[in-house]
């Protein structure tokens, strides 16, 4: 097991930029995919974005696309979400993820570890 612990988040306005930050303890971080999901108020969680851990490929939800970086730092056991022109919808509760597989899935299944989130709130 990996213990996940997020940094970062807080309140914004709208066209600000932020960076979360999810720090992994024990061994291993490198062998697996991670993700970022988000949960916005009243709603159910939903996948951001991912990394892979071969190739470092990643891959976004359609709303983030060109807008949020996701990336790891295999070196420090972090992974990153830069979010920059935020908006409002994207308020939520952010959770930082870790499957056994090499792509983590968009879908809540299959995942090992998780964060204990972070909140972001963008107001207009």
């Known amino acids: 097991q990996i213990q996940l612990v997020q940094s970062g988040g807080g309140l914004v306005q709208a066209g600000d930029s932020l960076r979360l930050s999810c720090a992994a303890s024990g061994r291993s971080f490198s062998r697996y995919g991670l993700t970022w999901f988000r949960q916005p108020p009243g709603k159910e969680r939903e996948f951001v974005a991912g990394?892979?851990?071969?190739?470092?490929?990643?891959y976004y939800e359609d709303s983030v696309k060109g807008r949020f970086t996701i990336s790891r730092d295999n070196a420090k056991n972090t992974l990153y979400l830069q979010m920059d022109r935020l908006k409002p919808e994207d308020t939520a509760m952010y959770y930082c993820a870790r499957c056994s597989a090499n792509i983590c899935p968009r879908t809540l299944t299959g995942y090992n570890d998780w964060g204990q989130g972070t909140q972001v709130t963008v107001s207009s």
């Open positions: 990394i892979s851990a071969i190739n470092l490929n990643t």
